[in-house]
């Protein structure tokens, strides 16, 4: 039977490739509630691609006996394919072509969930479809691509199965700096999602290292980010002093069939810029989640609550505290005022 194509709900990434490296991102994978590695090769550290093709071949047997103690372990393993930029080596076809030889062809054998191109913008398109080709010999394996840019037409054309996407991200970033209103935040994110069908919106790699706001802001932004549309993915450094941010944002995101799977319900009132507010909604299930970000005081406010299925006769309750009840009246959510940033995440 063809196993499952592994979409990583949480992806963390990893310090190198060595032996240690191995149980310290098994550990922090087991802490995080994260299902897949990024595993990087060494590839990216030289300054030209002539200095690529001339390394020795990635030891595979060691490679293989550390992939699978990650699948005992019910962790997918993604190989991180890092080039140097293509301004310090023209990135053709053909040298491409020697590359995938050379060093990816070596370890098709190894039991991989799949690959994330990173610097995809400098790949030809043809060489990343001989690459798609490729992996598709392998059951259950994806390809990402990482073009510094949002969702492109690969995904559209099935060159790859998901992208790399910085504009999420960075469009928290920007919503919790001041530089664009919650209900803009949420416009585009709405438009992301009808462009590309509810299906393809979920195949995006939201990374946190672009995350950049201020200390106060930090549970706020990382909260939103492993929220919206698409799979949190999470960088190998600053996670641990991180934990106790990530670690239950991780195990709500596992629990919670509407955060995986569930459309993006824009619900941001275009009045009040301070607040960025959504829903997630799965049909196939009765607990929708709606989420509430406010980056700064703010009055008493009221959202319509559209999300398809759910208990009117049940409250919804913050799933991160558990410490209040909001009760939907006549299709509308009631929130009180906040003297400061305020993040919630509602359910039943």
């Not at 969930?113 to 059951?139: F, H, N, S, T």
């Not at 700096?177 to 509810?198: E, K, T, V, W």
Request: aromatic content about 6%; some cysteine; charged content about 20%.
């Amino acid at each position: 039977m063809t196993r499952r194509r592994h979409f990583p709900s949480i992806l963390q990434c990893m310090n190198g490739h060595q032996k240690d490296a191995w149980a310290e991102v098994i550990s922090q994978a087991k802490r995080l509630h994260a299902d897949a590695v990024l595993l990087p090769m060494p590839w990216a550290e030289e300054a030209s691609m002539a200095q690529v093709l001339a390394l020795p071949v990635v030891e595979v047997s060691s490679l293989r006996e550390n992939i699978n103690k990650a699948r005992k372990q019910r962790l997918g393993v993604f190989l991180e394919i890092a080039l140097p930029p293509a301004n310090q080596g023209f990135h053709s076809r053909q040298v491409l072509s020697q590359f995938q030889a050379l060093h990816i062809k070596p370890l098709m054998g190894l039991d991989l969930a799949g690959m994330v191109i990173r610097l995809g913008a400098d790949w030809p398109a043809d060489a990343i479809l001989e690459l798609e080709r490729l992996l598709r010999l392998k059951e259950g394996a994806v390809l990402f691509l990482d073009h510094g840019m949002g969702p492109d037409s690969e995904l559209l054309d099935g060159q790859v199965d998901g992208v790399v996407d910085p504009v999420g991200v960075g469009g928290i970033s920007r919503f919790l700096n001041g530089h664009c209103s919650g209900f803009d935040l949420g416009q585009h994110l709405s438009r992301q999602q009808q462009r590309l069908g509810i299906n393809l919106a979920g195949r995006l790699l939201n990374p946190l290292s672009l995350l950049s706001v201020r200390d106060e802001f930090l549970e706020l932004g990382s909260g939103l980010s492993f929220m919206i549309r698409g799979y949190p993915f999470m960088p190998p450094d600053a996670v641990i002093e991180r934990e106790h941010i990530y670690g239950p944002l991780a195990q709500l995101r596992r629990q919670r069939a509407a955060l995986e799977w569930g459309r993006f319900v824009h619900l941001s009132p275009i009045d009040r810029p301070e607040v960025f507010a959504f829903g997630r909604a799965d049909e196939r299930v009765e607990e929708p989640i709606i989420v509430v970000a406010r980056r700064s005081a703010s009055a008493a406010m009221s959202l319509p609550v559209g999300l398809g299925r759910f208990d009117l006769r049940k409250p919804f309750v913050s799933l991160l505290s558990a410490d209040k009840e909001y009760a939907v009246q006549g299709g509308w959510l009631d929130l009180e005022a906040s003297e400061g940033p305020e993040f919630l995440v509602l359910g039943q």
